[in-house]
């Protein structure tokens, strides 16, 4: 009851509002108002869940205008913040996890941050090996009832690398002095759950790209379209390379020593992307 109660408050709140009406002068001034309500709910250890969910909404329009930060909205944001973390962290589930507020600083943190879309390389060869031992770290990622149907293609001769432009019209990857070709053996996934077979490749992709980082590698991910194009040179490819007639190729990825390190593109709001379901 108090459950259906308290969410048909936050909806009076939603219904309320309305920040897409709101002038800017008047978003950031309610932005201001909530932070305090906000602020002091957080000093008395009081419930704030109705002032935390208004300021959310209030926050994603004030993103949405991409109005320019203040102190005040860098002070609000902030308790946000803290606001979330205290509401998951009195979360009775949470309870017995060991629960690290902070990733600041730590390998994995500094791994996933620092790792770039790298499309220019140095000349300096590297090792084949680099290449397997990062595969073979990669391998450690999950797949749907641990199939591992996913195989990788190293593509290292300037004839092997032209044929790849059947996949793709960008010529970057063609400086890298590897070409790895992710591929996966759809078969082995039933219709209901085909979409899994490329769940299964984003996860070791991804696992990939962070190994070749760790070894100061830069890589790039391509995407390769299954348009008509690929459809007519799909089976080209796969007798070129002497591939099994089940494996799909998902993409490109150029490695090689990084020539220089590019600034990291932006990233959504946390705010943005995610929301705590009230
Ligand atoms: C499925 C997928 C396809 C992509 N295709 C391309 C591509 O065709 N060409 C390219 O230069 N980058 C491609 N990228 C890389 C993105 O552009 C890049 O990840 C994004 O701009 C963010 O930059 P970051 O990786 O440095 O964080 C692709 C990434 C993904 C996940």
Redesign the pocket.
Known sequence: MRDFLERSAIYRVFLRIRPRFLSDEKLLTRLSKRGHNLDKALSQNADNKLYLFELMLLFKEYFRRKLKPTDVTKWAWDLVYRAQLDLRETEPETEQAVYDASFAGTDTAKVITG???I?KWDAKPISTKDITDSINLAKWAPSSCNRQVWKFLIVEKKEDKDLLNIF?H?SFYKKAPFVIVPLVDITDYHKEIKHYAYLDMGAIIQNLLLSLHCKGLGA????IKHDKHYESNADKFKAYFHLEENLVPV?LIPVGLYCEI?K??PKLPIMVISAIAM
């Open positions: 790792r770039r879309s499309r793709t960008q790039c991910w391509i995407g993409s590019p990291a593109p």
